[in-house]
């Protein structure tokens, strides 16, 4: 509670469908109970079948699953907790950030109408991630439906990573 992760930066912008400003400043506080519901427990029931689908799609990669909270270097209140990393080689260096999600298509994160564009709040996220992990890029690896899996590739965009810090700070 001590900072914002990347789970907080679109509530914080006003761009998440799900939560708004308000309830990040009040769990931030420590006043709101935390929430669990089916949709949650789900996505983090798939998160390593999903991770490993990913994996499975790109031999190139070793993916591991992502070491839990971290810090930025510089700024100990940016934090991360993403799904997964990707590097070379299994004991190489990471080259990119893997961001899990599931949903249901039509669902308010992904539209009516899929498309191939990376929803706003994910966009946010990630970038946000990549700021935190100083890396050009990452996936998004998402399953909707349960059955149609989708991946989108997101590169670091230093402008929108400053404009997403000076917003949050």
């Keep these: 509670r001590d900072g914002i992760g990347g789970s907080d930066v679109a509530a914080i912008l006003g761009v998440s469908k799900w ?8 769990d931030k506080l420590g006043v709101l109970p ?3 519901n089916a949709a949650m427990e789900w996505g983090r029931r798939l998160e390593a079948a999903v991770r490993q689908k990913f994996a499975d799609e790109h031999p ?14 510089q700024r100990s209140w940016q934090l991360a907790t993403i799904d997964g990393l990707a590097a070379e080689s299994e004991d190489g260096t990471p080259v990119a950030v893997v961001e899990v999600k ?15 564009e990376i929803p706003l709040p994910y966009l946010c996220q990630v970038t ?20 149609d899996y989708r991946e989108y590739v997101i590169e670091y965009d230093a402008a929108l990573a400053a404009k997403l810090r000076a917003h949050c700070h």
């Design 34 to 36: 935390d929430e669990d």
């Design 19 to 26: 939560v708004g400003p308000t309830k990040v400043y009040y």
């Design 60 to 73: 190139e990669f070793h993916v591991t699953q992502g070491p839990g909270l971290v810090a930025h270097p």
């Design 102 to 116: 599931t949903g249901r298509a039509g669902a308010a994160d992904w539209g009516d109408e899929l498309t191939d």
């Design 128 to 147: 946000w991630y990549l700021d935190v992990y100083g890396l050009p890029g990452g996936f998004l690896a998402v399953l909707l439906d349960g059955r």
